[in-house]
């Protein structure tokens, strides 16, 4: 809760000036210190400075030279123990702290190694964040409630349009639009009538895009209409969602909704900001 009303409190004062604002860079800054928290029991302090960390923008930019950055982090934080409330609590107590000889590849009991430690983190930090970054409603969530206090995780967690929106968001711009990649599972598995074995070397991937944009998937597949994730309505495919993500973008999104009236910029990059390149994620644009 703390970092929301940090970023409710700075886009307040921003207003003020009536300036234009990027929402793209405040959103990623928001979900990032929080990812921060949960993973590392220490946020970037982004929403603090009033600028993205060096590492966000580096994310998609020079990947292989955050791992030094993220093993910093990682024995920083193993050196806390497992009573933070974050992440790591599972993964140290599932560890022992049996000595591996410097041989990294010898797993820790039923655990993590030091390696698959820093490949997680990566992920966890760019999945937890990256994947949160976009979403909108209005009506609802302002009949909803009588001051911002009300506004919690448990009491937007209840509203069905705002949850409706969500889903046909993650429909319409998957957050990972790539390739969703499968291994054949034990005993092995038929795929498109082909066999293959569940040691083989090969992997199967599915465009989430193409599968979301699909008119075979979805009746009016390329227009916004959330009222097909509401109860009543038949849900025509059904979507996995990160818990974690639902309890950022609700609300993030139900704050936003109540202090702001949005308007997108429509003689700058706002009118074609879903013209974007893909590299693993979206390339946002300043919003």
């Known amino acids: 809760m703390g970092h929301v ?7 307040l004062r921003f207003a003020l000036t009536r300036e234009k604002l990027d929402l793209t860079k405040w ?9 921060g928290d949960l ?6 302090y982004s929403l603090c400075d009033g600028r993205l960390h060096a590492w966000i923008p580096a994310i998609s930019l020079t990947r292989l030279a955050n791992y ?9 934080r193993l050196g806390h123990g497992t009573d933070r409330g974050d992440f790591w609590d599972r993964v140290l107590t599932n560890s022992s702290n049996d000595e591996n000889n410097g041989d990294d590849s010898k797993v820790l009991s039923e655990g993590m190694t030091r390696g698959e430690m820093l490949n997680n983190a990566s992920i966890m930090v760019l999945a937890g964040s990256e994947t949160s970054a976009t979403t909108l409603c209005v009506q609802e969530v302002r009949t909803s409630f009588k001051s ?11 509203l069905p349009f705002l949850d409706a929106v969500f889903q046909e968001t993650l429909r319409l711009y998957p957050p990972v639009p790539t390739h969703s990649q499968r291994v054949p599972p034990k005993g092995g598995a038929s795929v498109c009538g082909k066999f293959i074995l569940e ?3 090969i992997s199967v991937g599915i465009s ?6 699909n008119p075979k998937n979805f009746y009016r597949a390329t227009e916004f209409c959330p009222e097909r994730w509401l109860k009543d309505a038949p849900l025509d495919f059904a979507m996995d ?3 974690l993500a639902r309890a950022e973008i609700r609300l993030i999104m139900a704050k936003i909704l109540w202090h702001f009236n949005l308007k997108l910029e429509t003689d700058g990059t706002g009118k074609d900001w879903f013209d974007q390149k893909i590299w693993g994620v979206w390339f946002k644009k300043p919003l």
Do not use: P
Not at 5 to 11: K, T, V
Not at 68 to 76: H, R, S
Not at 148 to 158: G, P, R
């Open 39 to 44: 993973i590392w029991g220490e946020s970037f």
């Open 241 to 243: 969602n990160s818990n």
């Open 27 to 35: 959103y990623n800054m928001a979900v990032f210190d929080v990812i």
């Open 208 to 213: 989430i895009i193409g599968a979301c944009h």
């Open 148 to 158: 911002t206090e009300d506004i919690t995780l448990i009491s937007v967690s209840v």
């Open 5 to 11: 009303e940090l970023l409710i409190d700075s886009l």
């Open 199 to 201: 040691n083989q070397q």
């Open 68 to 76: 030094k950055y993220l093993e910093e982090k990682i024995n920083k």
